[in-house]
């Protein structure tokens, strides 16, 4: 038997397409490798059947993506010789839950699916956090694959491990950390993709400038509509995204130090998505554009980092079509109190203090504890003050 | 911020009551100890706050359990400043299921428990099991101590990471490996349990001396009634059960070979319990008893084993009052098909063969793979047989 999670083939003997760009996320047994390129989809299949010889697998989807995208991997899957079922479940956060966890659960089980076999994510991040759940638990841990389908996933949620789903109390706050054993990130299908999400997604792409590499925050500010249309510069940008987050999971994969960069705009991004009820008002990489903005203005005003670099964050942002204020969140917010009880139910809370990302400028994010809550406050009150004078 | 699972102070410098056993178990970054001993639930504040300064402690219990020993527990963590708060479950198998999960997931969360504080399960196999799968994932792992006050949960379930829930097709299938921090098995407790749930915990301790200590099974033997007595027969019985336990996950961590051994009488045992509906009927010692004595038996039936040796460990087991055939187990059984499918839905089952742990003798089991589930089908209809015509 082959014991879940264990590398079976070494990274280096796969084939992919031409053109595809490997990315190793070194994690010693966990070790795996993230293919970025298109049409990686269509060579599912023999990439999986090559890293996982003689597995099975479960796919998991929704009904959306599964319409685009299903066909083409299970087509795969079958040239390949892997027999497989597909689970097919809602779009949307709301499917992050625990009876869809336990629905996907009992027809994991059902399916006879065994350890050697493969939970097979095919979707954004939803499907990816719970079908990792799904993954991390099931006869306590089953191989997983990533087929992540939305820009979002492929630069951030595919990477990394983190699994979980939500709770009343919060998002991600149930869930194990459970690698996957192969990324196929296939930039095609982000051509089926709204605008919208797809500029969503792109704000975790600035986030990897922002953290701790200003030649790539340069780099999209003159590059940018090439990686919105497509092509080479797309391909680039998720590889650097991807080899950037890989890197900061190799030296910290339980996050108990710096992975917490990644965090960057995410205290302030989820505060808003908990006021916005995590839905259509404002979607994820909406939320942390704004957090991001919000991350170096209050880093500004602690005289941590320079207006120069705020200002220059805030246009990028702008400039792509993402909401960079407060004022531009449709319909009514908390005021500061109510988003500070928001902060403070964030997971990222330790012994009641408040740890924060914050920055030295563009690519010097750094990890702040205990910060005072009362200048977040104060500084929360300002910017709802300033978006109700515009 | 504390990492889950990351030793906070170094084994060395614990405090303990005197003789008191402690057995260590060596998982790298991982490793913990199990302290063994009359009074250590006594001294579990000033244990845990050693070993995990600052937490604060959600302590998942049975009312039944609660009833003998919550008061004691909370007082210790009292004296020695963790605060803590107590979740009461239903004593039995049905609470190791989903909703229960939920509700005890959902009231960690509501009681504010961060991932440096930590899950403390007082109870036997079943809140060991759910509430080690609850300090799993909450927040993606949490601090987690065992206080086993079974026999059973003392020398197996409490060792070696293993938690989790059943569900309709099966025990044990959904779950994560999650090691505690620290085990205190209070000898002193077994006094408050039944004759009959101490003699089913006894079942496992005389495993350890089956799978590789023939020297430890000829002292139960001989000294088993003082085992049953409690005092020092008592401490050595448990401490060398976990020494074997925990030398044996050392190794194998997450069951890819070796800590299958664990499994004997296990493969029969579980079929048993599932046929008898995991209740009163048959308790999972009296199971795997029966079980044990299977996997001996079929053993000499493929020439593996010396029928003396299977004759002897019936004998002890009978001698002690536990169940050896399938005659004993009070009302109707399926017949060898019906065992067989749900041998065949245990999930130590791979690629649709069989393993089985099977025995040379005494002290000497092995991992038997692809076993012909034919010769295993005519096994049990003899033995069906055997008892009917008893």
């Known amino acids: 038997m082959t014991a879940s999670g264990t590398p079976v083939t070494s990274a280096s003997d796969m084939a992919e397409p031409a053109d595809t760009v490997r990315v190793p996320v070194a994690l010693g047994e966990r070790s795996y490798d993230i293919l970025i390129g298109r049409g990686v989809l269509g060579e599912a299949g023999a990439l999986i059947a090559r890293r996982i010889p003689g597995c099975r697998a479960a796919i998991v989807t929704d009904s959306t993506v599964g319409r685009h995208h299903l066909e083409t991997l299970e087509s795969s899957l079958a040239e390949a010789g892997i027999d497989c079922s597909a689970i097919v479940v809602s779009p949307g956060e709301g499917s992050k839950n625990f009876a869809t966890f336990e629905q996907v659960v009992d027809a994991v089980i059902a399916g006879r699916f065994e350890r050697g076999d493969a939970i097979v994510a095919l979707g954004g991040g939803v499907v990816g956090d719970l079908a990792g759940f799904v993954a991390g638990v099931v006869r306590r841990g089953m191989h997983f694959v990533q087929i992540p389908t939305s820009?979002?996933?492929?630069?951030?949620?595919?990477?990394?491990?983190?699994?979980?789903?939500?709770?009343?109390?919060?998002?991600?706050?149930?869930?194990?950390?459970?690698?996957?054993?192969?990324?196929?990130?296939?930039?095609?299908?982000?051509?089926?993709?709204?605008?919208?999400?797809?500029?969503?997604?792109?704000?975790?792409?600035?986030?990897?400038?922002?953290?701790?590499?200003?030649?790539?925050?340069?780099?999209?500010?003159?590059?940018?509509?090439?990686?919105?249309?497509?092509?080479?510069?797309?391909?680039?940008?998720?590889?650097?995204?991807?080899?950037?987050?890989?890197?900061?999971?190799?030296?910290?994969?339980?996050?108990?130090?710096?992975?917490?960069?990644?965090?960057?705009?995410?205290?302030?991004?989820?505060?808003?998505?908990?006021?916005?009820?995590?839905?259509?008002?404002?979607?994820?990489?909406?939320a942390i554009s704004i957090g991001m903005v919000l991350a170096h203005d209050f880093s500004v005003r602690m005289n941590l980092a320079s207006k120069d670099d705020a200002d220059r964050v805030r246009a990028h942002f702008a400039g792509v079509g993402l909401p960079t204020t407060l004022a531009e969140i449709p319909g009514d917010l908390p005021d500061a109190d109510g988003l500070m009880t928001l902060i403070s139910q964030d997971k990222k809370v330790s012994r009641g203090s408040l740890t924060f990302i914050l920055t030295h400028g563009i690519g010097k994010a750094f990890i702040a504890k205990d910060v005072v809550p009362d200048a977040v406050r104060d500084f929360l009150a300002e910017a709802k003050a300033a978006g109700a004078r515009t």
């Open 151 to 286: 820009l979002l996933a492929q630069v951030d949620s595919s990477v990394g491990g983190k699994t979980g789903i939500n709770v009343s109390h919060g998002k991600n706050l149930v869930g194990v950390f459970h690698q996957p054993d192969l990324v196929l990130a296939d930039t095609g299908v982000l051509d089926t993709l709204s605008e919208r999400h797809f500029r969503a997604g792109y704000a975790e792409v600035v986030k990897y400038g922002l953290i701790n590499d200003a030649d790539f925050f340069v780099w999209l500010e003159e590059n940018w509509r090439d990686v919105f249309a497509g092509g080479p510069a797309r391909t680039h940008a998720i590889a650097t995204s991807c080899r950037s987050k890989a890197a900061i999971v190799a030296r910290d994969e339980r996050e108990s130090g710096e992975r917490a960069l990644l965090n960057l705009g995410h205290t302030f991004g989820h505060a808003l998505e908990a006021a916005t009820g995590y839905g259509d008002r404002l979607v994820h990489g909406e």
